[in-house]
């Protein structure tokens, strides 16, 4: 029977599809919903699609689709989400987090082939965004949503996208600028170019003069527009008493520009309008490189984004979809099989079996009871039930955890900043040459006075210094994202490099979610006991009984007589003659007492007789000791768990023993934990997975949340890192520590150049030729000196990476290479 | 000489000519998304069949229509 079940790939999405594969059109599918998907692009011509990219297809675990756009047809939650809407015409912009390839575009913009109501599609790859002009007269919102859905593109429509509108607008503006000063750049260089090759004093005046005018006007936009950022900011950190970079860029620029008008209009030189343009056209090159982040993903989401826009209000019996933010104390709701509970309430109808999985990071569902509290955050799994709230959603348990950052401002990590500590004695150290320089010429040659002190400040303008950490951190943050580890912002590379304690989640975190280790313990099992427990475990949607179903893979299950299932008990049922109860021991022994067990255990009885039972523990990460190892020597580790404290024996032996380990932590005590360390003086790197562990991620300096789907469900944080490269933490540590020693080395080169420069503008000599060669010249060398040698350190410690990591770490890192993309 | 003022009235526009398209460009969203322009231009070349006239016809239709809207 094994030989007969040759391995099938599923035509849709890859996957194996066991021993039964769904046949269609002689291809073999892995489910009913793949092989759907592909008889509606069949029906429709479509199959091109599965030309562009082989087994293209998303597989969607299954789940009833048929209300979860229900919400849709209330107009006020529609309205929100269009971009435009006149007439019929609507458009609307629709996250679809599983666009992943050439095909996926090709389909989603050949939307109209299925549907005519829909006008045109257009597919943001970068983003995972789709743009739909629809016929609103022909295609409802709500249909649109489950034409997608229909095709395994689902999406992922929440309030948190309705309220946020991206800061494109400041990266377009941005854009403006680098253009425009780019293009000022290159002109006042060409007109300047006559004054530097010999004989320009041969040069007629009246050319020098038009020359000199022309560059001055030039410099104008480049001054009010794409430099206003730099004045501005100086501007406003000189009001609350501070020193940042913008400060002495600020004072070099605003001495160009006014040294240079001087020269210009008193025709005693042709001033340095190049440098000018030049030093505001590099800076804002790198502050596009360092604005440069992974747009696909987010960082910020908050409960918001977990919960559905809206569920089904029961009144009087009638279902209505009601936005959660309408939904009050007292109103009765209704949540379906995999539908999230929205606010804190009490269980009226039906049996739940809720999932807390995003609140606690432990994946086995409680079983509740009519009249039973249930909290929000969890996922029933099951039938309908019926609840009626008791708390307001923005004042139940869970979203209470994001309450307390409200109105709390990440800015003040700023003011830590290597760069803006540097810049504060750098500024009061030129200022003071620039001075001791004025009065030495004021003494000896009271001409040159002036010229000395605005040369000092013109020379000393930290353009390299600058522009060094954003290329150094930036390109960090792309390399690293390249090894599976993606970066909120480049800041968090310095950040990184000033952990010295590290606080892991248990739960989802260093055990793998989906990965349970079974043993048995009892008598041997014989070949009949296997497929007696295989049968039985195939009728139950428990997550021990898939556990174990999916243990005893490869036996066939056999047909089972009397099968009962009683909740949070167990299942039994009749194979072979024999009767079979798996569950609980208070179920097994039948209330008799015995020795409680911290361990997750189910037990086995046949005819009466017991048999032993399974263990279920949860299986580490691959790779964990290793890294525990190599962290133990430099790192405080700690660990916080949500669960009891049965692995305490196997988490002593991973971890050293000074390392602290807490279980039984709430969210709330998670939070707390983290505030006490901070208190301390300890600087958290926190690692996490779940929304458990929200508050502490966002407390804690650097938050790491550890996700196998990347665009799936993270909570608010600063880096989000793939699962499979965890162990691979150590090198993201070291790199980023090799990263901020790169950016100190790049520090001390631009140092360099500025007391070349010095050297001139002291003795009241500087002329334009130099300062418009050594401000390109020392820009583009920190530049490139910061870009190659952090390619140089994350090449060597990825070549270390490769030859560890297998065959399937590699297949996966090429997808993502190609799926998330820096913009 | 002064033949220079005009031929750097000239270069003025033409630079200006092309600093108009990158702002133009910039403003169209052309730098939003680098990859699927890059996808997309090979997707015509898969039509074929006799069938598939009716839906070119039906795309020009619906592209006629959104430029009028």
Redesign the interface.
Known sequence: MQEESKKHICVHCGDDCGSHPVIWDEKPFCCNGCSTVYQILHENELCTYYDFESNPGIKIEAGKYKEKFAFLDDNEIAEQLYEFAEGNIRKITLYIPSIHCSSCIWLLEHLNILNQGVIKSMVNFVKKEVAITFNSDEISIRELAELLSSIHYIPEITLDKLQLKQNEEVNKSLLYKIGIAGFCFGNIMLLSLPEYVPGHEYLETHFKEFFGMMNFFLVLPVFFYSGSDYLLSAGKAIKHKFINIDVPISMGILMLFIQSSIEIFSGSGAGYMDSLTGLIFFLLIGKWYQNRTYQALSFERDYRSYFPVAVSKLENGIEISTPIEKLEKGDIILIRNQELIPADGILMKGEAQIDYSFVTGESKPVFKESGDAVFAGGKQMGSAIELTIEKDVIQSRLTQLWNQFEGEDSSNTKLNSLIDQISKYFTIVIIAIGLFAGIYWLINDSGKAVFAFTSVLIVACPCALALSAPFAMGNTMRLMGRMGIYLKSSAVVEKLNSITTIVFDKTGTITQADEVKVKFHGDALSDDDKIAVKSLTRHSTHVLSSTLYEFYKSIPPETVADYTELPSMGISGTINGRKIKLGSAKFIREGKTETSSLNTEVYLSADGKIKGHFSLSNQYRTGLSELINELAPKYDLHILSGDNDSEMENLKQIFPTTSIIRFNQSPNDKLEYINNLKKQNKCVLMIGDGLNDAGALKTSDVGISIADDIYHFSPACDAILEASKFQELKYFLKISAKSVWIVKLSFILSFLYNLFGLYFAVQGILSPIVAALLMPISSISVVAFATFTTNYIAKSKEINNKTKSNIKEAKTSVFLKKSVQLN | ?SV??VL?GV??LV??G??VG??WA??KGQ??????PS??I??DD?ENEA??EE?KQ??KD??K??HK?
């Not at chain 2, 730098?31 to 699927?36: G, I, L």
């Open positions: 000489m220079l003022f750097i270069s003025m630079a200006g092309f600093l990158f702002l910039v403003k730098y939003d998304d680098s990859y699927s996808v997309r090979l997707f898969q069938q598939k839906k039906i795309e619906t592209t229509k959104n809207s």
